[in-house]
């Protein structure tokens, strides 16, 4: 588990799952976290981690670079946000690797204004 891989929002732990990865922090999580609900969220062996192709901006929004997602993914993530998409240009300079800081305001690397 690495920070970048693992997106909490509310009660729920969306856990990114790619050739790097393994469903094992899921078990761990579940035990030790049983009031949440987690979510293997696979995506492409192409992008590190999770935060590197979707992030979450507030309770409605999230950040996505689809093509990482398989439909399955795409589905659950749509049913819980409106997503925003970002396009190649913008994940290849880590677009959706933002920081959160609530009222729906974001922090960014300078060249991603969103």
Same mark, same amino acid.
């Given at each position: 588990m ?15 799952? =790619? ?24 995506? =492409? ?27 399955? =993914? ?11 998409e ?21 922090? =960014? ?6």
């Amino acid at each position: 588990m690495e920070g970048g891989g693992i997106l909490i929002d509310r009660d729920t732990i969306y856990v990114g799952i =790619s050739g790097r990865s393994t469903n094992d922090p899921i078990y761990v999580l579940q035990e030790e976290f049983p009031d949440f609900q987690i979510h293997a969220i696979p995506f =492409s062996d192409q992008y590190l981690y999770l935060d590197c192709v979707f992030n979450i901006i507030s309770k409605e929004d999230a950040l996505i670079y689809i093509p990482a997602f398989s439909i399955e =993914s795409r589905l659950l993530l749509s049913s819980r946000y409106n997503l925003i998409e970002v396009d190649a240009e913008e994940r290849f300079s880590m677009g959706t690797n933002i920081l959160s800081i609530g009222n729906k305001t974001i922090m =960014s690397l300078p060249n991603n204004w969103i």
